[in-house]
C-alpha cells in the first residue's frame, strides 16, 4: 500500500488522500482563476504580421511578438494558421483562445478580451496604377468591384457602410489572390492592410509604390492580441505584465523596426 492509498475515514464514504490533493489543487485554481486547461493560438496567413513560410513554419512580426510574451508569461502555445473567418469563429467558441492580430473595431468591442495592443496600421483601397482616381471618401467607392476577405476588417467596414458581397464585394480567403485579382482588372479596387499590401506586393515583384496607388485610406487603427470571453483573468494579467517588458527593454521596437 502507498501513501496515495491510506483512506481518511471509514465505509462508503471514504476518501482516499490522492482524491482530496487534487480535490485541493482544482479548487486552488478556480479561486485563483487560473484553469489546467492548454491554451489555444489562433491567427491566419498576413504577411507580415503572421507569415507561412514555404517549409511551414510560421513567422512575421506578430507572432515573433506573441511568442516573446507567452514565454515571458510563463505560458505555452503555437500558432495554428486558418482562414480568418474559421480563426475568427474558434476565438468565439470557448473559453481560453488567444487570437491575433485583431482589429479593434466597435462591433467586436464586447465579443473579445483585448489584452495587448501589437501594433497600429491603416486600411487603404487600392487601385493598380491609375486605373481609379483617388477617392473622397468610402461612399465614392459605390459601383466598382472591391476585392475583399472574409470576416476581416475591411469588409466589415464595407458591409457597415452598406456594401454588398456578391454585388460591389467579392469575398475571398486569400490576400495574395486578391493583389492578383486587382492586378488582371478583375476588380476595380482591392482593400487591405497598407503593411499587408506593400509586403505582397514585393513579395511578387511589384513596385508597392508605382503599381499600387492608395485610391482612399481610412484612420490609422490598432492590431490586438485578444483572448475568448471566459479566459482565465491570470493569463491576461501576465500577458499584459510580459508586454511592459518587451517596451521597457527595446524588444517591442526591435521588432518594428526588423518587420514593420
Known amino acids: 500500500m502507498t501513501s496515495d492509498d491510506i483512506t481518511l475515514g471509514r465505509g462508503e464514504g471514504f476518501v482516499t488522500s490522492s482524491f482530496l490533493h487534487w480535490l485541493v489543487l482544482g479548487l486552488v485554481l478556480v479561486c485563483t482563476g487560473v484553469r489546467a486547461g492548454a491554451l489555444q493560438?489562433?491567427?491566419?496567413?498576413?504577411?507580415?504580421?503572421?507569415?507561412?513560410?514555404?517549409?511551414?513554419?510560421?513567422?512575421?512580426?506578430?507572432?515573433?511578438?506573441?511568442?516573446?510574451?507567452?514565454?515571458?508569461a510563463e505560458l505555452a502555445a503555437e500558432p495554428?494558421?486558418?482562414?480568418?473567418?474559421?480563426?475568427?469563429?474558434?476565438?468565439?467558441?470557448?473559453?481560453?483562445?488567444?487570437?491575433?492580430?485583431?482589429?479593434?473595431?466597435?462591433?467586436?468591442?464586447?465579443?473579445f478580451e483585448w489584452v495587448v495592443p501589437l501594433t497600429e496600421t491603416t486600411l487603404c483601397l487600392f487601385s493598380w496604377r491609375d486605373r481609379v482616381r483617388p477617392l473622397a471618401s468610402l461612399q465614392a467607392a459605390r459601383g466598382l468591384q472591391i476585392a475583399t476577405v472574409n470576416g476581416d476588417a475591411g469588409e466589415r467596414i464595407l458591409l457597415e457602410q452598406g456594401f454588398t458581397v456578391g454585388r460591389e464585394l467579392q469575398s475571398g480567403t486569400h490576400y495574395s489572390l486578391n493583389l492578383e485579382k486587382l492586378?488582371?482588372?478583375?476588380?476595380?479596387?482591392?482593400?487591405?492592410?497598407?503593411?499587408?499590401?506593400?509586403?505582397?506586393?514585393?513579395?511578387?515583384?511589384?513596385?508597392?509604390?508605382?503599381?499600387?496607388?492608395?485610391?482612399?485610406?481610412?484612420?490609422?487603427?490598432?492590431?490586438?492580441?485578444?483572448?475568448?470571453?471566459?479566459?482565465?483573468?491570470?493569463?491576461?494579467?501576465?500577458?499584459?505584465?510580459?508586454?511592459?517588458?518587451?517596451?521597457?527593454d527595446g524588444t517591442l521596437a526591435e521588432l518594428q523596426r526588423r518587420w514593420l
Open 183 to 248: 492586378k488582371a482588372g478583375r476588380v476595380d479596387l482591392w482593400i487591405a492592410n497598407r503593411a499587408v499590401a506593400d509586403h505582397l506586393a514585393r513579395q511578387a515583384g511589384y513596385d508597392p509604390q508605382g503599381d499600387l496607388r492608395q485610391a482612399y485610406c481610412a484612420a490609422p487603427y490598432p492590431l490586438y492580441l485578444a483572448a475568448s470571453l471566459g479566459t482565465a483573468p491570470e493569463v491576461m494579467a501576465r500577458l499584459r505584465a510580459a508586454f511592459v517588458t518587451l517596451q521597457q
Open 41 to 72: 493560438l489562433v491567427t491566419e496567413d498576413y504577411p507580415p504580421f503572421s507569415v507561412v513560410q514555404p517549409d511551414g513554419q510560421v513567422t512575421g512580426f506578430s507572432v515573433e511578438l506573441v511568442r516573446l510574451l507567452l514565454a515571458r
Open 80 to 111: 495554428q494558421v486558418m482562414p480568418w473567418a474559421r480563426a475568427f469563429a474558434q476565438a468565439q467558441g470557448r473559453p481560453d483562445v488567444l487570437v491575433f492580430s485583431m482589429a479593434r473595431l466597435p462591433e467586436r468591442e464586447a465579443l
